[in-house]
T-cell receptor, first 114, second 113 residues
Framework: EAEVAQSPRYKITEKSQAVAFWCDPI?????LYWYRQILGQGPELLVQ????????DSQLPKDRFSAERLKGVDSTLKIQPAELGDSAMYLCASSKGQEVYEQYFGPGTRLTVT | KQEVTQIPAALSVPEGENLVLNCSFTDSAIYNLQWFRQDPGKGLTSLLL?????REQTSGRLNASLDKSSGRSTLYIAASQPGDSATYLCAVSPLYNFNKFYFGSGTKLNVKP
């Protein structure tokens, strides 16, 4: 069964350092999402791509976060510089982007900023 | 903006009990509603998806219902097992943007042996 891949699974970094996360969606899925989930809360959308274009980044802290999906397939989310408050689970999800619009999630990256 | 609420935040039941998890949303103009399961430290696993034209969906011991007019969905778990222990989240997508999802904070379920 096809799955969304993410790496790394865990990341510990010091504040003010740069960190990057990678996501490979299910093949053929046009829509890709990056979410941030703080412990005890639901996922919050950071950025949504349709193919290689950003369609929603209204909740992305653009002074330190950036995201790209250059060829409309895999995607990278970067934080520079990391802050203590960025410690969270970062989840990637994908969807066909048509008909039923069902989301499929990857295993997530647990980020700890010290 | 769509607000999604899940009550209770946590639930502990003995094994074998039938239980109901609740999800409410403020805007009834939804395209679909999806229920997920999340194990500690892991990603979300899709359980059931209900399209706006449907009233319920079933998968094994799980049954999800949708009442758009009252802004509510319920997830019914029959004959609960310790392996059902996890956090259950619901997410809704609005009619004005099929591809955007709003999540509740989840219900953390503990099924005791």
């Amino acid at each position: 069964e096809a799955e969304v891949a993410q790496s790394p699974r865990y990341k510990i970094t010091e504040k003010s350092q740069a960190v990057a996360f990678w996501c490979d969606p299910i093949s053929g899925h046009a829509t890709l999402y990056w979410y941030r989930q703080i412990l005890g809360q639901g996922p919050e959308l950071l950025v949504q791509f349709q193919d290689e274009s950003v369609v929603d980044d209204s909740q992305l802290p653009k002074d330190r976060f950036s995201a790209e999906r250059l060829k409309g397939v895999d995607s990278t989310l970067k934080i520079q510089p990391a802050e203590l408050g960025d410690s969270a689970m970062y989840l990637c999800a994908s969807s066909k982007g048509q008909e039923v619009y069902e989301q499929y999630f990857g295993p997530g990256t647990r980020l700890t900023v010290t | 903006k769509q607000e999604v609420t899940q009550i209770p935040a946590a639930l502990s039941v003995p094994e074998g009990e039938n239980l109901v998890l609740n999800c409410s949303f403020t805007d009834s103009a939804i395209y679909n509603l999806q229920w997920f399961r999340q194990d500690p430290g892991k990603g979300l696993t899709s359980l059931l998806l209900i399209q706006s034209s449907q009233r319920e969906q079933t998968s094994g011991r799980l049954n999800a219902s949708l009442d758009k007019s009252s802004g509510r969905s319920t997830l019914y778990i029959a004959a609960s097992q310790p392996g059902d222990s996890a956090t259950y989240l619901c997410a809704v997508s609005p009619l004005y943007n099929f591809n955007k999802f709003y999540f509740g904070s989840g219900t953390k379920l503990n099924v005791k042996p």
